[in-house]
């Protein structure tokens, strides 16, 4: 099945530590992305990768950080600098646009971060 | 500055139709995406608008207004299942933006026996 996997589903860590969530796809798509979404509130882009080795801030980098080694991962690190790291993360990828009208992004089942 | 507004919460009663509006303000505009999100989950496709006018898919139809800065989503004939969030999100011209979404907060549909 192609897809867009995240694990854990749910993951609690305790103040200070640094924690790195997974998000792999196997869709070949090029585009990657990261959002947060605190309760009752909408999606914001922390990072995203238009291709491999090379990535972007989004609105609301700080804090986090990434790498894209690979095409299929697009890894996050949830640094002991992000001030309000309790949310739901969700990973997104998408197909290089090219000539097509519209870019739909696939999300993955996210991640339910909690800071203890 | 990018602006995304829509209501927080509607209720609605099954078997009726429900709208949800979506305005923005935005640095340039490409197009318009709504996504569907049950509590927990992953955000689903619906509908992308890029051109004037109503897109129709089923129950579901998605209209937009260029000129206005204006979105609606109107689902008809409304089921329990549609309980959910409905999220507006606007995509910038492809060369200022790299395929980036921009989303609005979200609009929680309550849909009642």
């Known amino acids: 099945d192609g897809g867009i996997t995240q694990s854990p589903k749910y993951l609690f860590r305790k103040e200070g530590q640094n924690v790195t969530l997974s998000c792999e796809q196997n869709?070949?798509?090029?585009?990657m992305y990261w959002y947060r979404q605190d309760p009752g509130q909408g999606l914001r882009l922390i990072y995203y990768s238009q291709i491999v080795n090379d990535f972007q801030k989004g609105d609301i980098a700080e804090g986090y950080s990434v790498s894209r080694e690979k095409k299929e991962s697009f890894p996050l690190t949830v640094t002991s600098a992000q001030k309000n790291p309790t949310a739901f993360y969700l990973c997104?990828?998408?197909?290089?646009?090219?000539?097509?009208?519209?870019?739909?992004?696939?999300f993955g089942p996210g991640t339910r971060l909690t800071v203890l | 500055g990018q602006n995304i507004d829509q209501p927080t919460e509607m209720t609605a009663t099954e078997g009726a139709i429900v709208q949800i509006n979506c305005t923005y303000q935005?640095?340039?505009?490409?197009?318009l995406f709504w996504y569907q999100q049950h509590a927990g989950e992953a955000p689903t496709f619906l509908s992308y608008?890029?051109?004037?006018g109503l897109e129709e898919k089923g129950r579901f139809s998605s209209f937009l207004s260029r000129s206005k800065g204006y979105s609606y989503l109107l689902l008809k004939e409304l089921q329990m299942k549609d309980s959910a969030s409905y999220l507006c999100a606007v995509t910038l011209p492809r060369e200022a933006a790299g395929n980036k979404l921009t989303f609005g907060g979200g609009t929680r549909v309550l849909v009642k026996p």
């Open positions: 997104a990828s998408s197909p290089r646009l090219g000539g097509a009208l519209y870019n739909e992004q696939f």
């Open positions: 608008n890029v051109l004037d």
């Open positions: 935005t640095s340039g505009f490409n197009g």
């Open positions: 869709l070949n798509h090029d585009a």
